[in-house]
């Protein structure tokens, strides 16, 4: 075999250190090395001119360069395999700078180890194999879940790119959170207004007949990988047809049920057909089942009777199972709040009129449960409100991180009731501040300011108890210090943590995506690749990542977007890097170890054949399952056995 | 002292493990920093940790090393999430192997360097060169 020895002096910084003269006169005494050529910088471009012109010139059929590290050059010299149309994979690259070089200052000690280095190089590479990027055919469309800030956002910024969107929602009504906020931090927008154009978009925009959106759905099955998922979604049946229905709400006064509506935090209730909440959109109403009379076996028919428009309500819609191909997967399903029960010294669920921010947030929405009225306490409010930040959260008894949105919320929620309530006090109860950003410290300074907002510092929020006090809500706590103190108030907001939604484990398990410690669906990287999961081709956005506010949100499903545009290009193939994991199928015996070991669930079996098959488009080429098979039939590309058994032999003698 | 003397003139051969993503990248970062450390040890480039066969640590026994050590990324580290992990299940269970061989355990090292350790990467490779010093040649088979 004809092998070609490269030596790169890179300018002195080797050749001072390792004698090139006789590194060649150890290397070219091997059977299988034709030449040895010494350079001054291979990687400069005369250098990588002179090495193709030689390679073309002497047509080795392997190559080996002694230089950097490949971790600055690997790349580098393949391209120039590939322009001497050498097969790039045909080569192997030797550390003598950083692994000699530069540590050993002994030249002939040094000398001696570049050699063993290049000798186990030309041992090794002699069993390189021709190695081509596997080429994919891949759906161009995207699966987005969850119609949420983050959601929109993604779905939006795809279809205005050309992409078709599959969008899930398991609501009857989208925007996620924040369309049911009146005003959203930290200028006091209106949550609606600033969503609705978002919304108006995917309904009916210039691309909306690229989206298509499916309510009360929910993803069930995923089989496949980047560039080819098969999707299951299981949308429930909503009784009205969109196409007929015009909105005009005229079915709802006549339905004769009604249960706690969930989407004003069970504070008020709503019929069987419904529209969620005033404003939610898309702007048709929902029948649901379980508190319907006819799935109660009555032949109810008040709602259609009222019905103005024919064939709007249709009794006959059936739950069903709708199978999309995508190539992509978007996760943006978003999160919950604590449950302050857990508190149960804060008496939430207990005592009268301590809510939730989340509950809060409602009942001041003008298209909440009460209009956006505080009621109950006559014309002036409340005389006292307290709003304890941090319940639950910065805290290891209950949740251990601070979601970094609480504290804007509760300064939120003091600028509305100073503004709505002038004559009413708030207590901010906190164990911390968090306000980070360039305009969030705004309504925290606006608290601070204002004369009728007191701060207090609790050491620890077991040490609230709250009680009834002469009819009021006695808030006993204790500073620092340790020392106990007594506060009254008419109404507590509970400020707790935002943590993951009871289904995200669920789903995890069916897209087969991690979990982090806390719930959170676990990123590829926490800094440099936090939208990324870590399954190729599925990504993760808004607070089902980590607790995040709305800006976050939407960024993340930027990002995401900008991900599939750049990697999952429409009309061109998917390259597949070589380095790979492959079973022998004919002598697999099909003992799964290789199943158990793949941290990329790269690996399938093949029930009928009673065999293993690896995945190229999720095998990441760690190896781990080569080293694992115990018939050694696992093939990992570039680092087999084979080649590694021989580097070993080649460095050694 | 005479004796003593004399194993300290042995030069060992000592074949490294490095993963690609972090021990590697440590021993890159060394010679950056121009740290010197003994020439003893050989270091073989692998993608994971979690690649190191148990055959390819008796391979370099056989082949004449009187030390193996394996350098892996630390715990939740690994750039193939849980590889490093595999990696040290597999070097225990070789450890015990190696004791029935009458190969010593501190023959066979296995630690956790990060890109950014060269400073520990240098300790731990020389610490090791004067392990495998302190024990002398490895016999095998009466070689």
Not at chain 1, 244 to 258: A, F, H, L, N, Q
Not at chain 1, 431 to 460: C, H, M, W
Request: charged share 25%.
């Amino acid at each position: 075999m004809k092998i070609g020895v490269y030596f790169c002096k890179c300018g002195t910084n080797i050749s001072d250190r390792i004698d090139p003269q006789k590194v060649m006169e150890e290397i070219t005494k091997l059977k299988d090395v034709a030449y040895f050529e010494t350079v001054d910088f291979l990687c400069a471009e005369e250098g990588k001119e002179f090495l193709e012109k030689d390679l073309k010139k002497k047509k080795p059929m392997r190559v080996v360069i002694g230089a950097c590290s490949p971790r600055d050059h690997e790349k580098t010299f393949m391209n120039v395999l590939s322009k001497a149309a050498i097969n790039p994979y045909l080569m192997q690259m030797v550390n003598i700078r950083e692994h000699v070089a530069w540590v050993i200052s002994d030249i002939c000690k040094a000398s001696d180890k570049a050699s063993a280095y290049l000798k186990g190089a030309v041992a090794r590479v002699q069993l390189h194999e021709p190695l081509k990027p596997e080429e994919l055919n891949v759906c161009p469309d995207v699966l987005v879940i969850g119609a949420g800030p983050a959601g929109l956002k993604a779905s939006l910024s795809l279809t205005e790119a050309g992409r078709k969107v599959v969008l899930v929602e398991k609501n009857p009504v989208i925007g996620g959170m924040p369309v049911r906020y009146e005003e959203i931090f930290p200028n006091m927008e209106c949550g609606p207004c600033m969503l609705e154009p978002m919304l108006g978009d995917v309904l009916h925009g210039d691309n909306s007949e690229n989206i298509e959106l499916l309510t009360l759905s929910e993803v069930v099955e995923v089989a496949g990988y980047l560039g080819n998922f098969i999707v299951k979604i299981k949308q429930l049946p909503r009784y009205v047809n969109p196409e007929k229905c015009i909105g005009c709400r005229e079915c709802i006064e006549p339905c004769p049920v009604s249960a706690k509506n969930e989407f004003n935090c069970s504070l008020d209730e709503r019929k069987a057909i419904s529209f969620a909440f005033s404003g939610g959109l898309p702007n048709f109403p929902f029948i649901d089942d379980e508190v319907c009379l006819r799935t109660k076996g009555e032949n109810c028919r008040l709602c259609e009777d009222a019905c103005i428009v024919d064939d709007a309500i249709n009794f006959d819609d059936k739950k069903k199972v709708i199978e999309r191909n995508v190539g992509a997967i978007i996760v943006a399903v978003g999160a919950e709040l604590y449950d302050c029960s857990n508190l149960t010294n804060l008496g939430y669920g207990k005592l009268p009129n301590i809510y939730t921010s989340l509950e809060f947030e409602r009942i001041i929405a003008s298209n909440g449960p009460t209009e956006g009225e505080i009621q109950g306490f006559g014309k002036n409010g409340p005389r006292s409100i307290a709003i304890i930040h941090c319940a639950g959260s910065l805290d290891k008894n209950h949740i251990k991180y601070c979601s970094g949105t609480c504290c804007q919320s509760a300064f939120k929620f003091n600028q509305f009731i100073s503004k709505k309530l002038p004559n009413t006090k708030i207590f901010h109860f906190f164990k911390e501040i968090s306000v980070p950003g360039k305009e969030t410290f705004q309504l925290y300074n606006k608290a601070l300011n204002n004369p009728d907002s007191l701060f207090i510092r609790y050491r620890n929020i077991n040490e609230i108890d709250v009680s009834i006090e002469n009819g009021r809500l006695a808030i006993h706590y204790s500073f620092s210090s340790g020392k106990r103190c007594k506060s009254t108030a008419d109404m507590i907001i509970l400020c707790p943590p935002i943590i993951p939604s009871s289904d995200t484990a669920e789903l995890g398990s069916i897209l087969e995506i991690p979990a982090d410690r806390y719930g959170f669906f676990e990123e590829l990287h926490n800094r440099v690749d936090s939208v990324q999961s870590k399954l190729k081709g599925v990504y993760l956005t808004g607070s089902c990542q980590s607790p995040m506010d709305i800006q976050n949100a939407m960024n993340q499903g930027l990002a995401a977007s900008g991900y599939i545009l750049s990697g999952l290009p429409e009309g061109k193939k998917l390259e597949i890097e070589p380095i790979i994991a492959s079973v022998d199928e004919e002598r697999c015996s099909g003992c799964r170890v290789c199943i158990l070991v793949c941290p990329y669930k790269a690996i399938d079996f093949d029930e009928e054949k009673a065999k293993a098959t690896t995945n190229s488009v999720l095998c990441q080429g760690c190896g781990t399952c080569v080293a694992a098979c115990p018939a050694g039939v696992i093939k990992g590309n570039h680092f087999t056995a084979e080649e590694l058994l021989a580097e070993i032999q080649g460095v050694l003698t | 002292m005479n004796t003593k003397r004399k194993e300290n003139k042995f030069e060992p051969k000592i074949l490294g493990f490095l993963c690609n993503w972090c021990s590697y990248a440590a021993a890159d970062k060394a010679g950056t920093m121009q740290k010197p450390y003994p020439a003893n040890v050989h270091f073989i480039r692998i993608m994971c940790s979690g690649r190191v066969d148990p055959q390819f640590v008796l391979k370099a026994y056989e082949e004449g090393a009187d030390g193996v050590i394996i350098l892996a990324c630390h715990p939740g580290d690994c750039h193939y999430k849980e590889g490093n992990l595999k990696a040290v299940g597999r070097y225990n269970m070789l450890v015990r192997l190696l004791k029935q061989f009458g190969i010593e355990e501190e023959r066979c090292r296995f630690d956790y360097v990060s890109a950014s350790e060269g400073g520990k990467f240098v300790s731990v490779i020389t610490d090791m060169v004067d392990t495998v010093k302190e024990l002398g040649p490895l016999c095998l088979n009466g070689k």
